[in-house]
T-cell receptor, first 113, second 120 residues
Framework: GDSVTQMEGPVTLSEEACLTI???????????LFWYVQYPGEGLQLLLK?????DKGSNKGFEATYRKETTSFHLEKGSVQVSDSAVYFC????????????FGKGTTLSVSS | ETGVTQTPRHLVMGMTNKKSLKCEQH?????MYWYKQSAKKPLELMFV???????ENNSVPSRFSPECPNSSHLFLHLHTLQPEDSALYLC???????????????????FGPGTRLTVL
């Protein structure tokens, strides 16, 4: 079945450091890919998305590119802030109505000043 | 109210209690979901309702009973739970497309803040 694998955390960085959180997937079809973020005490929020190969999703300085050849969707940010401290989830959804999201286990990011 | 709301935000219950979690979406969506988030595990999909009909039930124990009276409301009725059921329960909603045509169909879901459940 479909699955998402993302790097184990926690990831601890200093402010203004570069961030990469790896995400790879396996899927039987041609999925859409997502990154969700969960801030402490809150639910998940969609951070960015990509629906086809070579698409780049971006939001709040974060970027991820849909790489079909490597089945990857790595999350990157050039300069993290303390406010970016959260749990990040990579997810996929097959292109069928009613298909729910399949999530990775989540990666905790902690940024210190 | 906007987005997806969930009540209560925190719930402590004994194993013999009966309680219900409530979710309401104010987005005009036609599908709603229950997820379970446990420590160090991926989010687990529990139930999916599309147009108020249950379309998916991922082998969830019968002590969890969902109810979707209309497209805006979703409940999760709980009874005789176990301590291992303690988790964050997340509700989500989405707007499912009318068909499969088009190249940009995806299932973007909007989440509520969750109910933190502790079973003693």
């Amino acid at each position: 079945g479909d699955s998402v694998t993302q790097m184990e955390g926690p990831v601890t960085l200093s402010e203004e450091a570069c961030l990469t959180i790896n995400c790879t997937y396996t899927a039987t079809g041609y999925p859409s890919l997502f990154w969700y973020v969960q801030y402490p005490g809150e639910g998940l929020q969609l951070l960015l998305k990509a629906t086809k190969a070579d698409d780049k999703g971006s939001n709040k300085g974060f970027e991820a590119t849909y790489r079909k050849e490597t089945t990857s969707f790595h999350l990157e940010k050039g300069s993290v802030q303390v406010s970016d401290s959260a749990v990040y989830f990579c997810a996929l959804s097959e292109r069928q109505a009613g298909t729910a999201l399949i999530f990775g286990k989540g990666t905790t990011l902690s940024v210190s000043s | 109210e906007t987005g997806v709301t969930q009540t209560p935000r925190h719930l402590v219950m004994g194993m013999t209690n009966k309680k219900s979690l409530k979710c309401e979406q104010h987005l005009g969506h036609n599908a709603m979901y229950w997820y379970k988030q446990s420590a160090k595990k991926p989010l687990e999909l529990m139930f999916v309702y599309s147009l108020e009909e249950r379309v998916e039930n991922n082998s969830v124990p019968s002590r969890f009973s969902p109810e979707c009276p209309n497209s805006s409301h979703l409940f999760l009725h709980l009874h005789t739970l176990q301590p291992e059921d303690s988790a964050l329960y997340l509700c989500a909603s989405s707007q499912l497309p009318p068909g499969l045509a088009g190249g940009s169909i995806y299932n973007e879901q909007f989440f509520g803040p969750g109910t933190r459940l502790t079973v003693l």
